[in-house]
């Protein structure tokens, strides 16, 4: 009998003696996806990235451990497309994190753009809210004047995942005539909202 025979399918797959086109696919794909999925919302970003990691960078890894000199001697050319593309899930670690919470960002900036630029006859009483990341959290009113001056801000940031936890990436401030600014940290905010009396 074929010893060969006798292994599964899927682990003649997973440690042929050279890399495969299928091979090549599976991590192009598993990069791809994160992308795909953040073009309908931010929503659906991080797990998209999640399984990205497992699968394109898990595969990098082990065969990079387990396939990478013999792969490179079989077909040198191959090899490095595959775990190249592979292994470069990993760094949607880094990347999508900050792409998701630049999008939940530009949801919250769009709605407190719209509030602010509607009549205040037909503006609902309660500013906006926004996904920070921690959960919905309402914008803050200031009744400052002029069109430069601050009508809305975040009380709290917007943060974003990371291996260590979610982190604070920056505020919003959005002035009266509609412009927005993102601030990296609440001193600059503070700085910025100074003699801005604010609407309880």
Known sequence: MDPAAEVPE????LLAERP?????????????LPA?????????????MG???????????GWSLACGW?????APVMTIGVLSMSLACLGHLLVMPRWEVLLRANAAIAEARAWAQDSPENRTTLPPSYDSGDGPTRFMLTSGD???????FTPRALTRWSPLG?????????????SAQLLHTSAERDALLAGAPLIP
Do not use: C, K, N, T
């Open 70 to 74: 013999r792969w490179l001697r079989a």
């Open 20 to 32: 495969r086109l299928s091979h090549f696919l599976v991590g192009a794909a598993a990069l791809l």
């Open 36 to 48: 795909g999925a953040g073009i309908l919302g931010p929503d659906g970003i991080l797990p998209a």
């Open 146 to 152: 002029g069109p430069r001056a601050v009508l809305l």
């Open 166 to 178: 979610r982190v604070e990436s920056f505020f919003i401030v959005v002035h009266r005539d509609g």
């Open 51 to 61: 399984v990205a990691a497992v699968i394109g960078g898990g595969l990098g890894v």
């Open 10 to 13: 899927w682990q003649q797959w």
